[in-house]
C-alpha cells in the first residue's frame, strides 16, 4: 500500500466496495480496515476488464461467445491482465456492487467470464442461453426461398455478409410466407439439433423462441445436420367473384406442405 493515500484510492474505486459510498466511509474509524480486505491489484484493473468484455475484445483478438462469455484463460494472456488469476477475477466479480461481472465454469475445469450489460458487441447479448439438450427447445428450424435452397442442399446454411450468427426460429410462425398478390412458397429446414450437438456445435435460445448458432468453424450447418426439408405452400381459392363496384372479393388462404 506504500505510495498511496488511502482517500484517493477509495474515490477512484468506490464502485468495488460493498453497500457503501465514499461519503459514508470517509472518516470512518475503520476506513483503513476497508483496504486491507481490497485487493488493489485487482481493484485497479476491475474497470479495464469491464471495457475489454464490453467492447475491446476485437482489438485483441478474444474470442467472445453470443452471450458474452470470454475464456478466464485467454483473458489473463491479455495485457494488463496477465498478473491476475482465477481467484482474483471471482473475488472482483463477488464485491463488484453492480455485478457488472460474471465468472462460472461451464465446462468442467473450463471457466468463463463476461460483462452482464452494455456490449458494443453486435452478436453479443446477454438474453442469449446456451442450449445443453435438444428437449430444451420445441424445434430449430430455418427458413429459404427455392434459389437459396439450391446452394444450401449442397453446400448447408452459411451465415450472412457481415454476420457471425445464423438466426433460426423454434417454431414456423402462423401465415408465415404468405402473400396476398400471388401464391407464395418457403422452404423449410429443420435441424437435428441432438447431433449437431454432439457434433460439436453450440446453439442459443431466447425467450421469443430464437435460436442463435456460429455453425462449425467455416460458420457452417452442413446438410448432414439436416433432419426434415418441407415445402410450405400458400394456395388461394376465390370464393366470391367481384365485378367493378359490386362487393370485395373474399379470399381464402390455406398452408399446403
Known sequence: MAG??????????????????YQNLR?????????????????????????LLRHGARYHNLYVRPDG??????????????????????????????????????????????ATARHSLKFVNPAWKEIRNAREVEGCIY??????????????????????????SQTVPEYFGYSHIEPSTVIVIHIDVKKALDYGLTFFAKHDKTIATEGDSNGCIL????????????????????????EPTETHARPTP
Not at 4 to 21: A, D, F, G, M, T
Not at 27 to 49: M, Q, S
Not at 93 to 105: S, Y
Open 69 to 114: 462469455y470470454a475464456l478466464v484463460d485467454e483473458v489473463l494472456r491479455i495485457s494488463p491482465f496477465r498478473n491476475l488469476n482465477l481467484p482474483d477475477l471471482k473475488e472482483l466479480a463477488r464485491i463488484d456492487p453492480l455485478k457488472r461481472l460474471q465468472v462460472k465454469e461451464l465446462r468442467p475445469h473450463q471457466w468463463w467470464i463476461r
Open 223 to 246: 446438410p448432414q445436420f439436416f433432419r426434415k426439408v418441407e415445402y410450405l405452400q400458400w394456395s388461394k381459392t376465390i370464393i366470391l367473384a367481384n365485378k367493378t363496384g359490386s
Open 27 to 51: 472518516g470512518h474509524k475503520r476506513f483503513k480496515d476497508w483496504f486491507e480486505i481490497i485487493n488493489v491489484k485487482t481493484a485497479k484493473v476491475g474497470p479495464r476488464l469491464a471495457w
Open 143 to 168: 427458413y429459404a426461398d427455392g434459389n437459396e435452397w439450391q446452394k444450401i442442399r449442397l453446400e448447408g446454411i452459411r451465415t450472412r455478409l457481415n454476420e457471425r450468427l445464423i438466426t433460426l
Open 4 to 21: 498511496y493515500h488511502y482517500s484517493s484510492l477509495l474515490y477512484r474505486y468506490k464502485v468495488i466496495l460493498p453497500q457503501h459510498s
